[in-house]
């Protein structure tokens, strides 16, 4: 049976206007760029001021003998004459080619090249014929670190290629950009850089002794017996040794680029920063990219018809009362929140850099002290959610033009970790700090910690233990 009653219920909804927001808050510098556009597209009460260069001027620059967009001002040096009527003609021509037309600067980037279209390159010019198509083959197993990565006795199987040409075809692989691509193990590639180091004239005849006859007693740090066996000191074994360490990779297509990239870094790394920290003679400055000197209002006709449709002189119907209020209102709100958004961003910027002015004043991770979400609240007298959507995912610029994610200052315990790299990189080579005497110095200086957990922290940085940094 089916009755019908009243009855009064409580509910707790969030409003619409937080949910707005929250959702700006959290969003990035590129994400609000494509928000302000996707709203200035779909709300006709909102745009963006545009500064004119001759504001109240209603004559042409080509015109006006006072505007500095005239060509009679910024080329002096030219007849007067003789530029008033380029222009004049150009101005009036209307078979004259549009700029934006004529122009399109996208056409003019080139494609990203990768690894294989590099090697592929090189193989047409070195190659042809039988050797170019093993070659190509060949070229699709090379993986993302540059190893070559097949079983060439199936390839041979495939292709129907004899042994001596497959090997062939990999040594001439071999012989390309970057140098140590297209080897089969990490005792290959670090022998072809060897080698093209000592055609470059830049090698080391014990490196490549030691990495040919004594690889295993080198990856063993067995350098006494090295030393005999080659019959020199034990100085230079080590000095061989550092050589190979710092002058080879282990990954050799991470030194790949494009031909007209002047940087190694891989353009699809670049990150954007969402605030940037400004080094002054008084302090810092923090500046937030993206909407830092953008300028939005609403439409002045909006705002006039939402005036008159607030007072009870309107004329206008109520669909268009409707329309008016719902728009004007909206862009009001995402302007007020925008602004708002820019606000907290900054004051939680500003907060970090006053509060890690060490760090940012010497780039020394040993100055980098102690924060929490929850401690940024406090100081700045929020809730430690909105320090959280603030943050995620966004990175600041720092005065020495790194950029690094929020949470960078907000790691746990990040001084005794900085500290132990610390210690361990100005110990000495031949007597290294072993991990329970690095507890004991940190345990002196305040800082209590247990062996093992010097071990996390020393792993977690992927710094060797003490036996295998002894030199």
């Given at each position: ?50 500064e ?38 150009y ?38 014929g ?21 079983d060439?006795?199936e390839?041979t199987l ?23 691509v ?16 000592a055609?470059e ?13 004594y690889?295993e007693?080198?990856?063993?740090r ?8 080659l019959k ?7 000095e ?63 705002r ?17 009362k ?53 401690k940024?609240a ?11 959507r ?15 994610p929020f949470?960078?200052?907000f790691?746990?315990?990040p ?5 132990i ?28 910690v ?12 992927k ?9």
């Amino acid at each position: 049976m089916l009755i019908q009653g009243q009855a009064q219920v409580q509910q707790q909804r969030i409003d619409p206007k937080i949910i707005m927001a929250n959702t700006l808050l959290q969003m990035s510098g590129l994400e609000i760029q494509q928000t302000i556009e996707q709203e200035l597209t779909q709300n006709p009460a909102l745009e963006m001021e545009e500064e004119q260069p001759c504001t109240g001027c209603e004559l042409a620059p080509f015109m006006c003998e006072q505007c500095q967009h005239n060509p009679q001002v910024r080329h002096e040096s030219q007849s007067v004459d003789e530029i008033s009527l380029h222009d004049l003609e150009y101005a009036f021509d209307a078979s004259a080619p549009d700029p934006d037309e004529q122009s399109d600067p996208l056409s003019r980037i080139r494609a990203e090249v990768s690894l294989q279209e590099h090697l592929r390159e090189q193989l047409r010019n070195t190659v042809s014929g039988r050797l170019y198509d093993l070659g190509d083959y060949l070229i699709n197993y090379i993986n993302e670190r540059g190893y070559l990565e097949c079983d060439l006795l199936e390839v041979t199987l495939e292709l129907d290629a004899s042994d001596e040409e497959l090997a062939e075809a990999v040594s001439i692989i071999q012989t390309f950009d970057p140098p140590g691509v297209g080897a089969r193990d990490l005792h290959e590639c670090v022998l072809i850089q060897l080698c093209y180091l000592a055609e470059e004239g830049r090698g080391n005849p014990i490196a490549e002794r030691i990495v040919s006859d004594y690889w295993e007693e080198m990856k063993t740090r067995r350098l006494n017996r090295i030393a005999r066996r080659l019959k020199i000191k034990l100085e230079q074994v080590q000095e061989a040794v550092d050589f190979i360490r710092t002058k080879l990779s282990p990954y050799p297509a991470a030194s790949f680029r494009s031909p007209w990239d002047y940087k190694t870094s891989d353009s699809k790394t670049v990150i954007r920063p969402d605030a940037v920290i400004h080094r002054l003679p008084t302090g810092h400055e923090v500046e937030i990219v993206g909407n830092e000197f953008l300028t939005l209002t609403v439409n002045p006709y909006y705002r006039q018809l939402y005036n008159e449709t607030r007072s009870s002189r309107s004329k206008h119907s109520e669909d268009e009362k409707k329309h008016v209020t719902e728009y004007v209102e909206r862009a009001d709100l995402f302007i007020k929140n925008l602004n708002q958004r820019r606000k907290t961003l900054r004051s939680i910027t500003k907060c970090i850099a006053e509060y890690q002015q060490g760090y940012l004043e010497t780039g020394s991770k040993f100055y980098l002290r102690p924060l929490t979400r929850v401690k940024v609240a406090e100081m700045l007298s929020m809730h430690e959610s909105t320090i959280s959507r603030a943050t995620a995912n966004k990175y600041v610029q720092l005065p020495n033009e790194e950029v690094v994610p929020f949470d960078f200052f907000f790691q746990s315990s990040p001084s005794v970790t900085n500290m132990i790299a610390q210690m361990i990189a100005r110990e000495d080579p031949a007597h290294p700090l072993s991990d329970q005497e690095i507890s004991n110095i940190l345990t002196q200086q305040g800082h209590p910690v247990a062996r093992r957990t010097v071990v996390k922290y020393r792993e977690s940085q992927k710094i060797l233990s003490s036996r295998h940094r002894r030199r």
